[in-house]
């Protein structure tokens, strides 16, 4: 009925405003109620959480413990006190950084999440130092030690049988 509306930069509120009057001005309605919710909101949340994924949000907003309490919370090995929030505005990324343990991420422009921000839970150092070993060196290891250990016993058996037959 009204057509195409340009909606970027503008709020729930104001788009229900902007649609009311044009109702009423074209003459649809007299007196609308316009109710405004995003279909599509998501929200990626990856790093050290538990479940990382897509989340996708039934309300009109969600806030960042909201968001990681969905995914199962950040795991041990996850820095609670560096979680960035990746956001594009005017159609370029801006990186927030929120520490979770302190007051200030509740005045944080980060804490209420925007459609399609990704939340990225950096991972502590300890983790860091394990993710640059090897993973596959624990298994190397147990392998060299069975193999030395079967050498072991064969040679071991060998002696004792010649030391038997010699006796």
């Known amino acids: 009925v009204l057509g195409k509306i ?6 729930h509120t104001e788009l ?3 649609i009311e009057n044009r109702l009423i001005k074209e003459g649809h309605i007299k007196d609308p109620v316009v109710t405004v919710k995003l279909l599509n909101f998501r929200v990626c949340v990856i790093g050290e959480v538990t479940r990382p994924g897509m989340l996708h949000v039934d309300g009109d907003r969600m806030t960042i413990f909201e968001a990681l309490s969905s995914v ?3 795991t041990m ?11 594009e505005e005017d159609g370029q990324r801006i990186l927030g950084t929120l520490d ?3 007051q200030n991420v509740f005045s944080s422009p980060y804490y209420f999440l925007h459609q399609n921000d ?3 839970v950096e991972p502590n150092k300890r983790k860091k130092r394990n993710a640059e070993r090897d993973p596959m060196i624990m ?12 050498l072991t016993s064969a040679f071991y058996y060998y002696i ?3 030391y038997y037959y010699n006796n």
């Open 6 to 11: 340009h909606v970027a930069c503008l709020t």
């Open 16 to 18: 229900a405003s902007l």
């Open 72 to 74: 199962g919370d950040v």
């Open 77 to 87: 090995y996850g820095q609670r006190k560096n979680v960035t929030v990746i956001r």
């Open 100 to 102: 979770l343990t302190s």
């Open 118 to 120: 990704v939340v990225y």
């Open 139 to 150: 298994t190397y290891i147990s392998s060299g030690v069975s193999i030395i250990s079967v």
């Open 160 to 162: 004792m049988t010649k």
